[in-house]
């Protein structure tokens, strides 16, 4: 595995693969890499014939209230499953080489992006977006991968692929969870033995949601109280939101019908039972009904 | 010449040019050609061995109140005028394949282009960008030509493609004047008899400005002074703005030193008299002091 932190250096190796005409496929990561991140990188290896992956974790999508600092590093780790993993390159940039001082040009998509996650992270999607831009720009990849887990996210990069007209293919892969349920995260690593053990209560309300529509309830209020009838008599966690949206561009619904996004947000913070604490989970299903 | 309107046939033919090793020249137009794209497009010429010009008149660029409808349209003459100069490729898309009717991803550079211009223009870079930005996606060149003119917006092309990391180099190619003088534009056709004679005080305003520096003036604000008399005693126009600054970044400067862009924006109008009228013309030229 080729590991580089330099764009230029990087560029220069990208140019010379597509020479080959080999198909570049690309996961873009925060690292602290996990078993949701490897399944991106196992299904890329399948898609791609040259695999690039990125470890940059990207300031510009925290706001300042948030867990920059304390978000998870494992460097030394993620080389050597990277390896493993038999990944072809490992972009690992330094934050001031992504961002110059003078840095002064965002990418927003400005409707997907002020929903749900974007409500209540002011700032976060054009954060992704911009530096997404940049490593498409650099790396110029075939095809990307992007978790379900960040629903939201994987249909803003799709719609700036579209909207901006990028040659990559964006590929969403299914969420991987924890045997109790519990969608894969860095951020899982913040909870406490007892948030860990609430935290399953996320999936399982979703998966009651589900159940719920299969019985053919039709009412998305229903369905909302019901999950948070659920979370709020199984965690102490307080909930960012529950929403139940059309799946293709994350709109209100009135009526049960479709492809359905099942979305839960909620903040867990056993140190100090601040209403909006220091881990913030997210979890989704999408139901066709 | 090949001419399409599709944007998926001209990602097709880029990319059977990469193949070929090409170097692609990108020179993006809004069409009604003057001496002054072609300028830009003999440069292009020298510089690449396969051309591309494209033609669109970016409504985003265009606030409700400015002449987007009245923009010269000469796609016939155009045309004729391209296959002259031997370009390889005429992009001219319909505007809601650029733009479809959910479209919600903008571009934006947030520091350069809050000033001069962009202060009288709001939104107005912030168009501009957008498109580069998926023109530069879509034909992925090597280099791309802009005028001297535009000055600013071709300092904010620089930084985006700093900032974004796209492969493109950036070329600005000196302004072309008429014999008196005056910036050739577009807009120029929309200038009465009058108007279009008075229009010379722009560029002998600058000439004086120029001079006043080589005389070791050293105090824009005399500079200024200076531009302002002769535009008001040679003109009706009303001026917009009179600038002198740094032509690295356009940062206001209290003396001059180094590289020193010097500016005018101004609006002609003789239909009806108002302040802000229908034609706004820019000029400036760089004097190294």
């Known amino acids: 595995m080729i590991t580089t932190k330099s764009i230029t250096n990087l560029k220069k190796l990208v140019k010379k693969v597509k020479k080959t005409g080999k198909t570049i496929g690309f996961v873009p990561t925060m690292g602290a890499l996990h078993e949701g991140h490897l399944s991106l990188i196992d299904r890329a290896k399948k898609e791609s014939n040259y695999l690039i992956v990125s470890i940059f974790i990207n300031p510009l999508q925290f706001s ?14 993620d080389k050597k499953t990277l390896k493993e993993k038999k990944v072809n390159l490992l972009f690992y940039p330094q934050t001031d080489k992504i961002y110059n001082p003078d840095f002064s040009t965002f990418v927003e998509e400005t409707k997907l992006s002020k929903k749900l996650c974007g409500k209540s992270r002011p700032g976060h999607f054009k954060g992704v977006t911009t530096v997404i831009t940049k490593l498409f ?17 994987a249909l803003i990069i799709k719609k ?30 913040y909870l406490s033995q007892k948030e860990r053990k609430e935290s399953k209560s996320i999936y399982q309300a979703l998966l009651q949601a589900k159940q719920m529509i299969k019985n053919n309830e039709k009412n998305p209020k229903k369905i909302i109280n019901q999950i948070n009838k659920i979370m709020v008599s199984n965690s102490t966690a307080s ?40 881990t913030r989970l997210i979890d989704n299903i999408i139901v066709e009904s």
Do not use: M
């Not at 300042?64 to 780790?77: G, H, L, M, V």
């Open 64 to 77: 300042p209230s948030e867990d920059f600092k304390r978000y998870p590093r494992n460097i030394k780790i």
């Open 137 to 153: 720009n650099i790396i110029n990849p075939d095809l990307s991968y992007f978790g379900q887990k960040d629903y939201q996210q």
């Open 160 to 189: 700036i692929v579209r909207d901006l007209n990028f040659a990559v293919k964006i590929k969403i892969a299914p969420t991987i969870r924890e045997k109790d349920g519990l969608a894969l995260s860095s951020r899982n690593l």
């Open 239 to 278: 909930i960012d939101y529950i929403a139940i949206r059309d799946a293709n561009n994350l709109e209100e619904i009135k009526e049960i019908k479709g492809k359905v996004f099942i979305g839960i947000a909620a903040y867990f913070d056993s140190l100090n039972g601040e209403a909006a604490g220091k």
